[in-house]
């Protein structure tokens, strides 16, 4: 079976970009793949985190992993940092990579931009230890949104280079983007992606809002003048993200919307939209708060790190015996 491995950092709440992007593409492959899902706490601490609400984040995420429809007896489900062969193998891929490489990655310079004068040292090494986290599990498949694809570009580069150097011991991996979801913007300003760490918080509908809140947010979601929907990103970027997201929920074309909505207001599209946010994200609000008091979350991660780890640590021996290191 293909293995798929993917992860999200517990560094705020999440919203419906980190869902359509990630989270509700990991389900589609629960029954045909090995998959792996892992809370990425360690990428978290690049930029400084409470040490209690990170540690309150991380369940969290874990419990909205199951709510979101994975089963844990089907998915490895663990926290990165119980499985020490991820920051192993990273500091092997910090030896890797280039300067220069790492200086270009986007994410880095919109991070480091954001720091100011003192930039962590771990912003930049950051890409080496996501390429271990999916290296280790000889993933084949990485379910992520648009905004990851330069990382996964620089874990084939990086994989590639180890294979040639030291022989074949990595799978090169690819991305695999959901379509429509891949890229959510922001409600607010719909030429930059919707993120959990925005200020506005009517940019984002997080997994947490309420309905009635829900329902607000999209309602004021920035559109245009020209009164027509169909979508082109380039002109009515704030039409074509709210038909981005219902084509993501509703699995209709864009040319099936424009033909749907043909001669109707952007109030009606509005609607709709939020009716179906609504619909996808309250039962798993409501199942989210179930888990989060059940003792059984404990013993989910306990188990998915020990699987975890015995796949980690096979093959983070191979690149040791490959390069000459003791184990
Ligand atoms: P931040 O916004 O604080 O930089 P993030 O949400 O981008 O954080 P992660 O939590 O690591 O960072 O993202 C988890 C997953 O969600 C990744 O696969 C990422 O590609 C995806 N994702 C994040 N934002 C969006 C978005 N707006 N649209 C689609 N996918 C997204
Ligand atoms: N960098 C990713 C989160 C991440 C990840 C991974 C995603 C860390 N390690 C491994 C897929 C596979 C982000 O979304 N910011």
């Known amino acids: 079976m293909d293995v798929i491995f993917s992860g999200i950092q517990p560094s705020g709440n999440l919203t419906l970009g ?4 990630a989270l509700k593409s990991f389900l589609r492959f629960q029954d045909t793949h090995e998959c792996y899902y892992c809370v990425v706490n360690q990428h978290a601490i690049t930029v400084p985190q409470d040490p209690k609400e990170l540690r309150r984040r991380t369940t969290e995420l874990a419990a909205l992993y199951i709510a979101a429809g994975l089963d844990p007896e089907k ?8 499985v020490p062969e991820h920051v192993q193998l990273g500091w092997i891929m910090t030896t890797l990579a280039y300067v220069g490489e ?3 990655m986007t994410q880095y310079k919109d991070k480091a ?8 040292y771990g912003l930049m090494a950051y890409p080496c230890l996501m390429v271990a986290d999916i290296l280790l599990y000889q993933a084949k498949l990485v379910p992520v949104g648009e905004d990851q694809r330069q990382h996964i570009e ?4 990086l994989a590639e280079r180890f294979n040639y150097r030291y022989g074949e011991v990595f799978t090169i991996p690819e991305m695999f983007a959901p379509e429509g979801g891949a890229r959510v913007m ?12 925005d200020d506005n918080q009517m940019a984002s509908i997080y997994l947490g809002d309420e309905d009635d809140m829900i329902v607000k947010k999209i309602k004021r979601a920035q559109t245009d003048s020209d009164g027509e929907i169909r979508y082109d990103k380039e002109n009515k970027p704030g039409v074509s993200n709210l038909l981005s997201i219902h084509a993501a929920l509703s699995g209709r074309t864009f040319d099936q919307l424009a033909a749907d909505y043909a001669g109707q207001g952007y109030g009606t599209l ?11 994200l309250r039962p798993i609000r409501e199942r989210y708060r179930e888990l989060l008091d059940s003792p059984e979350l404990q013993r989910i991660l306990d188990d998915g790190a020990a699987k975890a780890q015995a796949k980690a640590s096979a093959t983070y021996r191979k690149a ?6 003791q184990r």
């Open 75 to 82: 998915v490895t489900l663990f926290v990165q940092s119980e």
């Open 18 to 21: 980190n869902y359509l992007g």
């Open 113 to 120: 931009k954001k720091a100011g004068e003192s930039i962590p």
């Open 102 to 104: 790492m200086e270009r």
């Open 154 to 157: 620089i874990t084939r580069t």
């Open 320 to 325: 040791c015996e490959a390069m000459g290191l």
């Open 186 to 197: 922001s409600l607010q300003n719909p030429t930059s992606k919707m993120s959990k760490s």
């Open 270 to 280: 509005k609607a709709d939209v939020a009716d179906l946010v609504v619909g996808e």
